[in-house]
């Protein structure tokens, strides 16, 4: 699924043009309360495979709509417009909404929408598995199947994933745990200060 999404907004960035940008406060099109949230991500999952967080690290489909009415009262939110070079009729948009300490960035192609770019340092925000700051460490290596052998073992670890037919890189240094893919299209780094989940940064490559 990343793969694909990856690949459909590399196809947009490609076919497109910038038009213009709004700016809004948890309002605008997304203001209503009619949409159903997804399940909040439950900390009560199996030890995740880095393949399976990597093809889904929300547990669910994040998207404009329900960060709007799940945390619009946390994010003042920017629309950017942009016009499909590929067939004229279409706009597609970039919802950025940010805070004080976090930012998360939602591509819209059409009816399909892909979080792209995150940084988020507020412990409400909670990824698959009950991972979200504030976690130790320890706490934080109990969550992947993987880091079950390579915790304390610092430096650059290649992990098959056969499973997934994809091989990762885990990084393990003193003050941050990185899992990128080998396809170069997802990348997460966990920043830890004094042993604890500070920040999650999130990053989609687009060739």
Request: contains cysteine; hydrophobic residues 40%; proline residues 3%.
């Amino acid at each position: 699924m990343l793969a694909v999404l990856s690949w459909m907004v590399a196809w947009s960035s490609t076919n497109c043009s910038k038009t213009q940008t709004t700016d809004a406060a948890g309002g605008g099109e997304f203001s209503g309360k009619a949409a159903i949230l997804a399940p909040m991500a439950s900390s009560a999952e199996p030890l995740l495979r880095i393949s399976d967080f990597d093809e889904n690290p929300f547990g669910y489909d994040l998207t404009a709509q329900l960060i709007t009415t799940r945390y619009g009262n946390k994010f003042a939110l920017r629309k950017e417009f942009i016009k499909n070079t590929h067939n004229q009729a279409l706009v597609d948009t970039i919802f950025h909404f940010s805070s004080a300490d976090s930012k998360l960035d939602i591509y819209k192609v059409q009816e399909n929408e892909m979080l792209f770019s995150a940084k988020i340092s507020d412990p409400a925000f909670s990824l698959r598995n009950g991972i979200r700051v504030g976690l130790s460490r320890n706490e934080f290596c109990n969550k992947f199947y993987e880091l079950q052998r390579y915790r304390n073992r610092q430096g650059l670890h290649i992990i098959d994933a056969p499973e997934a037919m994809a091989v990762y890189q885990l990084e393990i240094l003193p003050d941050q745990i990185i899992i990128s893919n080998d396809a170069a299209t997802a990348r997460y780094t966990f920043l830890f200060v004094q042993n604890r989940l500070a920040q999650i940064q999130i990053e989609f490559y687009l060739d």
